[in-house]
């Protein structure tokens, strides 16, 4: 009894290889890749466990609770990267070391602008940037201002030298219509005097 019983639990058994060497498991994002922005996670080697005869490979999950959000570049082919949980039935049967499947290079040009992104994107940064964006805006309508006031104390000052040019001109005329009042009455007074002497020279000559 003991021997059919030993026999029927080896035949519901077997020894079976649930994940085979490069077998594809998952995938991870690559940082500042050169031709490739991610790269498959294949299994390390192959994983031999006992497993149930009428084992269905289709219910199998893989659980990768230590995969990173993603890898930098440059990746080595073979790059050791996470592990994998085997999952049948609810349970955990094997643990897996997954690998980079292929090698990607780093990208200089993308490994600058990734910086520079990641400079910007910190919060004092941001800050800094808006107190030097005020300050450029204020400088900027100061300077608007300022110009502003130079202009209209220069309209100012030539209305001024206008309003006085006027006034120089007008004492001017004034002087003029004086003279020309003085000669009119000298005029005057010459010919009335003429008039006088040539009165008395006829009362002579009769």
């Known amino acids: 009894m003991r021997k059919h019983f030993l026999s029927g639990l080896f035949d519901s058994l077997k020894y079976s290889t649930i994940v085979a060497e490069n077998e594809v498991v ?41 995969k990173p959000a993603n890898i930098n570049a440059p990746v080595v082919k073979g790059q050791d990267v996470c592990k994998a949980n085997v999952i049948y039935g609810d349970e955990i049967i094997a643990t897996v070391d997954l690998v980079a499947a292929e090698t990607v290079d780093l990208s200089t040009f993308l490994k600058v602008i990734n910086a520079i992104k990641a400079f910007f994107s910190m919060m004092i940064v941001k800050i800094i940037c808006i107190i030097i964006i005020a300050v450029m805006v204020c400088y900027v309508v ?64 009769t």
């Open 142 to 205: 100061l300077v608007f201002m300022n110009n502003s006031k130079k202009k209209k104390r220069r309209r100012q000052r030539a209305q001024r030298a206008s309003d006085r040019d006027i006034d120089d001109l007008q004492p001017r005329s004034r002087q003029s219509e004086s003279k020309y009042v003085q000669n009119e009455m000298i005029y005057s007074v010459c010919i009335t005097e003429r008039s006088f002497d040539c009165k008395l020279m006829y009362l002579d000559k």
């Open 26 to 66: 998952g995938e991870v994002d690559v940082e500042d890749g050169k031709d490739a922005d991610s790269v498959q996670l294949v299994a390390k080697q192959d994983t031999n466990v006992i497993v149930p005869a009428g084992l269905d490979k289709s219910a199998i999950i893989y659980e990768l609770p230590d």
